[in-house]
């Protein structure tokens, strides 16, 4: 698109100034001096001609009065300049770029004109060649840096000491902010618009219940006090998940538009409560087993029917249960007007269960040996040595390397399913009628996590800023999301959240996966 300077030109033999909106084209780019010289010096030229054409017409007339009306039909009015037509490539003025921003759903930018004054092509043109028209799936981009991390980490862990904890409302609210605001999409980013006061508040109200329940155990030693508080955290815990998942949702934007959800509390105590009737039916045959103890036969009978409803438990119900927890969250929230859809069936999630069991099972084995083989290895050195087993250092090495067997084992297995688990629910979810996708590394992730898990340790948690931006790199670059147009979003508005919910979450290290 090139553009068209006012029509009001002059017609003096001066040099023309340059209008303001020539000069946005030149700043832009789309028009070169070359170009703008040449349109110039033409129309100038056209309109020279003219003029003297029509001074030689008029100085005639002036001459001959009494025929007027016959000088008047010869002048050739032809050459009167004309309006220029919008050809093809033609010459736009400011209304068409007016017009054209419009079109784009850009925001008006006021250019103040001036010897210091710069115009950023980025607030005209609008990359629609990937946004509006994309058939494909484009990647989240994670822009976080460890290093930028570690200074909000450190920070955070030191003024929450310092304030006696405080200061870890805000602290959660400045890391959430670097992590969503760091998450880009389609060259957006993430929003985290929680309040740190509202968050204290709820973490106040979680740290008095929890300190009531330790006066009645540690203190008073009243077991009927301690029971009654459990017995009301757990009758709660259905509704403070969902207020959970709730505050989380609804504390996220994306392009000034904010999540919702829209789950019912109710919702959330059906599937407890079958969960817990399914999970009691498991442990009948257990407690038949202690019941009949002193019967051989149908002690063992009530052992082996122990066995295989464990085994269901694992590969049919909990898969199943799974299913129906991350309908009952995807299903329900949307994203403005545009609601979120999970299709996954059972015998998908059923199989994929299957796959993680098998895999980490394999892999455990085979950390297991290795484990062995270095102990085996570490001893005989010892042995040769002559050093004594009770040397502080032997039993040193022996806890940490115990310790390190153990963290990566842990981390082993969280990375794997949770490769697993995330492109599951991502290659099943949708957004109105664009789809997600996952094509993340079950393997390499598992190992990421793995020497995650040992390389914190080691550093006595040094490390732990980079190990996080590590892991949320890889799963966030591996994430992809395939829309046509992302102006058809709508805002629904904000809503605020309770956030007792939310702090009970995270005071107990629950996994909710939202």
């Known amino acids: ?16 100034p340059v209008s303001s909106t020539i000069e946005l084209a030149k700043k832009l780019g789309i028009l070169k001096d070359e170009e703008l010289e040449a349109k110039n010096s033409t129309t100038q030229n056209q309109i020279d001609k003219v003029n003297i054409e029509l001074d030689t017409q008029n100085s ?36 068409d770029i007016e017009e054209y921003l419009k079109e784009e759903n850009l925001k008006y930018v006021t250019i103040q004109e001036g010897e210091n004054s710069t115009i950023k092509t980025d607030d005209y043109i609008y990359d629609s060649k990937q946004a509006l028209n994309s058939n494909k799936f484009i990647p989240f981009v994670f ?62 109200i979680v740290v008095g219940f929890y300190g ?20 009301l955290f757990l009758l709660l815990l259905p509704w403070l998940i969902r207020q959970a998942v709730n505050f989380r949702l609804k504390s996220a934007s994306y392009r000034n538009i904010h999540f919702k959800y829209n789950g019912k509390a109710r ?29 051989r036969d149908l002690s063992n009978l009530a052992g082996i029917l122990t066995v295989i409803m464990g085994i269901l438990f694992a590969t049919i119900i909990l898969p199943i249960l799974y299913l129906k927890f991350k309908e009952l969250i995807i ?18 999630v059923i199989g994929l269960f299957l796959r993680i069991g098998m895999v980490t099972f394999l892999f455990s084995i085979l950390l297991g040996l290795a484990s062995a083989l270095g102990a085996g290895i570490f001893g005989s050195i010892f042995n040769a040595l002559h050093l004594n087993a009770k040397n502080p250092i032997f039993i040193a090495i022996v806890y940490i390397g115990i310790a390190t067997v153990y963290l990566a084992s842990l981390g082993l297995y969280k990375g794997i399913s949770d490769g697993y688990l995330s492109n599951f629910v991502r ?23 793995m020497s995650n898990a040992v390389l914190v340790l080691l550093s006595l948690g ?24 992302y102006n058809q979003f709508k805002s629904a508005g904000r809503e605020k959240a309770s956030t007792v919910g939310e702090e009970t979450m995270d005071f107990f290290d629950i996994d909710i996966g939202v």
Not at 3 to 12: A, H, P, R, Y
Not at 68 to 79: G, V
Not at 427 to 449: M, Q, R
């Open 1 to 16: 698109m090139k553009f068209l300077d006012d029509e009001n030109l002059q017609t003096n033999n001066r040099q023309k």
């Open 60 to 95: 005639t007339l002036s001459k001959e009065p009494k025929d007027l009306s016959e000088q008047i039909e010869k002048i050739d009015i032809s050459q009167k300049p004309k309006k220029a037509k919008k050809e093809k490539n033609h010459l736009v003025d400011s209304d």
């Open 143 to 204: 822009k976080g840096k460890a290093k930028e991390y570690f200074k909000i980490w450190i920070v955070n862990i030191a003024l929450t000491i310092l304030t006696l904890g405080i200061y870890s409302a805000w602290a959660k609210v400045r890391n959430n902010r670097y992590l969503y605001g760091n998450t880009y999409l389609n060259g957006s980013n993430f929003e985290y618009n929680a309040e740190p006061k509202r968050l204290l508040y709820g973490r106040l």
């Open 212 to 231: 009531l329940f330790y006066l009645a155990t540690k203190v008073f030693y009243s077991k009927t006090f301690a029971f009654i508080i459990l017995a």
């Open 267 to 295: 919702s959330f105590y059906k599937l407890a409560i079958g969960a817990l009737l399914l999970f009691g039916i498991i442990f009948v045959p257990a407690i038949l087993a202690g019941v009949y103890h002193t019967n």
């Open 331 to 348: 299903n329900n929230s949307a994203y403005g007007l545009a609601k979120f859809n999970f299709d996954a069936k059972k015998s998908e």
């Open 427 to 449: 290659n099943h979810t949708s957004l109105k009628d664009c789809p997600l996708k996952g094509e993340i590394s079950p393997i390499k992730l598992g190992f990421i996590s």
């Open 462 to 485: 040094l490390l732990y800023p980079w190990a996080k931006m590590r892991y949320l790199k890889y799963k966030t670059e591996n994430t992809y999301f395939k829309c046509k147009d």
